[in-house]
């Protein structure tokens, strides 16, 4: 199973950037898809949860700004990120679940927003 996460980049405050994480290998279903992110200095930080039904979940430091979305078909998560801030900076991970607590990630990208 491969994460491969694209969209990264620098962006101005106010700004917009839109992850993608596509996910690769012998997968039946996909549970929880995620996105995570981790400043420099700081833990890793769970941004957003959608589960294989649709329902989301935010930090509250993003709601109201990121929107996730998936599709299963094509076994895709998004992060549309949107009003960006510049304590949005960090790299960015997705992350699935499939099955029981078998975890899965991508190898990071890396998000820079100016003030």
């Known amino acids: 199973v491969q994460l491969q996460a694209s969209g990264g980049g620098l962006v101005q405050a106010g700004g917009s950037l839109r992850l993608s994480c596509a996910v690769s290998?012998?997968?039946?279903?996909?549970?929880?898809m995620a996105w995570y992110r981790q400043a420099p200095g700081k833990q890793r930080e769970l941004v957003a949860t959608i589960a294989v039904g649709g329902r989301t979940n935010y930090a509250t430091s993003v709601k109201g700004r990121f929107t996730i979305s998936r599709d299963n078909v094509k076994n895709t998560v998004h992060l549309q990120m949107n009003s960006l801030k510049p304590e949005d900076t960090a790299v960015y991970y997705c992350n699935i679940e499939v099955g029981i607590g078998n975890l899965y990630w991508g190898q990071g990208t890396q998000v820079t927003v100016s003030s």
């Open positions: 290998g012998r997968i039946f279903s996909i549970d929880r």
